[in-house]
């Protein structure tokens, strides 16, 4: 299992922190450990490679799967690193898988938080965004509206990994403030 972390880790350092791909492509939204709402869209749109698809982050936190749901999605993204795309969304970040249950999850099945951090090297490599066709950009939340200026594409391509969550919301717009404080 840890192999296949690392190896999906290689794959989106190997990839741009702003991805750009051509329509037509399936964009998914947050899953949130429900691996069978996964399921349920392969079953409904098609299974990769027959079609292309983009997922916008929150992948964990929530659903009861988490764990089994990043391992098929970095299973896929691993076997079709081209047409099946992953990005990164604010529950990708380790204070907000912290607080919603990814760490809790990990610790009790595994009785040690080391799976738990290696997920946050992951996490801390996928890109944030991607554009398709050249016409519409993609990602988790939003841009954050610091960057909403003409040259923020630009500003985009010129991110650098890894991207630490304290980072990660000088870029993203996110609904992280005041965590630190909960629980």
């Not at 429900?34 to 392969?42: A, G, P, T, V």
């Not at 080391?114 to 997920?119: D, G, H, I, M, P």
């Not at 996490?123 to 398709?132: K, Q, R």
């Amino acid at each position: 299992m840890t192999s296949l972390i690392i190896m999906a880790k290689e794959v989106f350092a190997a990839q741009p922190m702003m991805l750009e791909c051509t329509a037509p492509i399936n964009v998914c939204g947050d899953i949130h450990g429900q691996l069978s709402d996964l399921f349920r869209i392969f079953d409904l749109i098609g299974w990769p490679p027959t079609v292309n698809y983009l997922f916008l982050g929150d992948y964990i936190d929530r659903g009861r799967w988490s764990l089994e749901t990043m391992l098929l999605l970095f299973s896929l993204k691993l076997k079709f690193p081209e047409n099946f795309l992953l990005l990164r969304g604010n529950h990708e970040t380790t204070i907000v898988n912290r607080i919603y249950g990814f760490y809790e999850d990990i610790v009790r099945r595994f009785g040690t938080p080391r799976l738990f951090n290696t997920f946050q090297e992951v996490f801390a490599m996928m890109p944030l965004s991607v554009v398709i066709s050249d016409r519409i950009l993609c990602m988790h939340g939003g841009i954050s509206p610091q960057l909403l200026t003409v040259g923020s594409i630009s500003i985009l391509k010129a991110i650098t990994r890894p991207l630490l969550a304290h980072n990660f919301k000088q870029w993203m717009r996110t609904e992280t403030a005041g965590l630190q404080h909960q629980r």
